[in-house]
């Protein structure tokens, strides 16, 4: 499942937008989850800028575990069940440059379920049977 969030409103160094992240369980079975985050920044001419100046706030309350290239959720999600927030807004740094004005930021939060029964090996960062990433 995806998720892309675009800012559509103008924003500026230091400022922080509201965006809160969550995976929810809407099947019939628990699960665990895991989610990768890509930043795009396209410039007003159409090239491609760097995502390093725009900076999510983790949540740094040890619910996430980050490993591999992928944010893992430490535990399961039960049916209805929803996530605690991957992050809490995005930050534009204060180091932002000037060829950065009018750009558009996309950020699209990906997200990968594996079923929990029978999976219990361990540690989140253990669990067998992930998809293969296909942006590898």
């Known amino acids: 499942q995806k998720n892309v969030f675009t800012l559509k409103q103008n924003v500026y160094p ?11 369980n809407t099947g019939p079975e ?8 890509e930043v795009v920044v396209t410039a007003p ?11 999510p706030r ?24 929803e996530s605690s927030p991957l992050f809490n807004g995005v930050k534009i740094s204060e180091e932002t440059p000037n060829e950065y004005q009018s750009s558009r930021v996309t950020i ?13 090996s361990g540690t989140v960062l253990e669990i067998q049977g992930w998809p293969m990433d296909e942006q590898q």
């Open 108 to 120: 699209t939060v990906r997200a990968q379920a594996v079923q929990s029964k029978n999976n219990d």
């Open 45 to 55: 001419d159409g090239s491609s800028l760097s995502g390093e100046y725009i900076l």
């Open 58 to 81: 983790f949540n740094e309350d040890g619910s996430w575990v980050y490993a591999d290239g992928w944010y893992y959720y430490n535990g399961v999600l039960d049916p209805q069940q």
């Open 30 to 37: 628990p699960f665990y989850t895991r989610v990768k985050v």
């Open 14 to 24: 230091t400022q922080i937008v509201d965006k809160t992240p969550t995976v929810t």
